[in-house]
């Protein structure tokens, strides 16, 4: 049930992180994997970085905050892998600054790449699936999409939505056979996060690090890999009535006070 042989997945912002290790999952059991970028530097270091690995993934430049770029990026897949079956809303980017010092400008990019390209992309690969009656559409969130904290009020605000368009995503085209799911990482380490685990000048570990730590049961920053078997349950049969939900992925620290200090 967790073979993805003769499926095509499009993961969104998979030139590295989160949705590289996603987009591997996927390639290992059977899926023919898109994936998408705005850098071309990025582009040619992740087409390497995949055949390094001995992993064959179709990269294509895209900003998914454009919905002209999205619509040519997902005609060229389905004209040269087929009808996108599996779509991992995975592109995203985080500002951390203080609220009454983010600029309206600053608070709407965060919102257009983190929540409006799901609904763009989404909407984009909705008639594919509703046409198969069969589609699985996974929307990364994250622990914001539960939890404030100071500084990421565009990305707790995207993350948040993320969350409900899953729902409603959920709602409108379960009908179809499609479901609508949220993968909800918890603190990973990747170059999102890097400057949240940078040593202190005298090589003291960051008081971030040592606040996850403290905050996470099983005492460590989560990593790529552990989002792997997640987003293969969530794009396989095995999930095919499992709708709505919101699978976090943590480590357990949305079910933990934290430890004492
Ligand atoms: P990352 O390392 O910063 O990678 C982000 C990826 O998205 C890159 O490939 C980037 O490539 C691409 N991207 C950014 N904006 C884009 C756009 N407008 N159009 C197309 N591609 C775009 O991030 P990550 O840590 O892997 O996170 C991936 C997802 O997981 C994000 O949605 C993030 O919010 C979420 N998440 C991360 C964590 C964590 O702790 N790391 C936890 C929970 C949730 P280009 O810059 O070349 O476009
Ligand atoms: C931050 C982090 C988090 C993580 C993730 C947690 O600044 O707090 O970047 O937002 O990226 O979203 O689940």
Redesign the pocket.
């Known amino acids: 049930m967790y073979d993805l042989n003769g499926k095509v997945a499009l993961v969104?912002?998979?030139?590295?992180?989160?949705?590289f290790a996603i987009a591997e999952a996927y390639i290992r059991a059977g899926a023919k994997v898109a994936f998408?970028?705005?850098?071309q530097e990025?582009?040619d270091k992740a087409l390497e970085d995949y055949k390094a690995k001995g992993l064959e993934a179709h990269g294509y430049i895209?900003?998914?905050?454009k919905e002209d770029q999205v619509a040519k990026m997902v005609s060229d897949i389905e004209k040269e892998l087929g009808t996108i079956d599996i779509l991992v809303n995975?592109?995203?980017?985080?500002k951390r600054i203080p609220m009454t010092e983010m600029t309206l400008e600053e608070f709407n990019e965060v919102i257009n790449?983190?929540l409006s390209?799901a609904f763009i992309t989404s909407k984009a690969v909705l008639p594919g699936m509703v046409e198969k009656r069969a589609g699985k559409i996974i929307n990364?969130?994250?622990?914001m999409s539960e939890l404030g904290r100071e500084t990421v009020s565009a990305?707790a605000a995207a993350?948040g939505g993320l969350k409900m368009l899953t729902k409603n995503i959920c709602a409108e085209y379960g009908q179809y056979n499609i479901q609508c799911n949220g993968l909800?990482?918890?603190?990973?380490a990747?170059?999102?996060?890097a400057p949240l685990r940078e040593k202190q000048a005298d090589g003291s570990p960051h008081p971030f690090d040592s606040f996850i730590l403290a905050k996470t049961p099983q005492n460590r920053w989560?990593t790529?890999e552990d989002l792997m078997g997640p987003a293969l349950f969530l794009a396989s049969n095995a999930s095919d009535f499992v709708n709505g939900q919101i699978l976090y992925v943590d480590g357990g620290i949305l079910a933990y006070i934290g430890k004492q200090p």
């Open positions: 969104t912002g998979a030139a590295y992180g989160i949705g998408n970028c705005r850098s990025h582009m895209c900003d998914v905050t995975n592109a995203g980017v985080i790449i983190d390209s990364i969130c994250s622990m990305y993350k909800g990482p918890g603190y990973i990747t170059p999102q996060t989560g790529p």
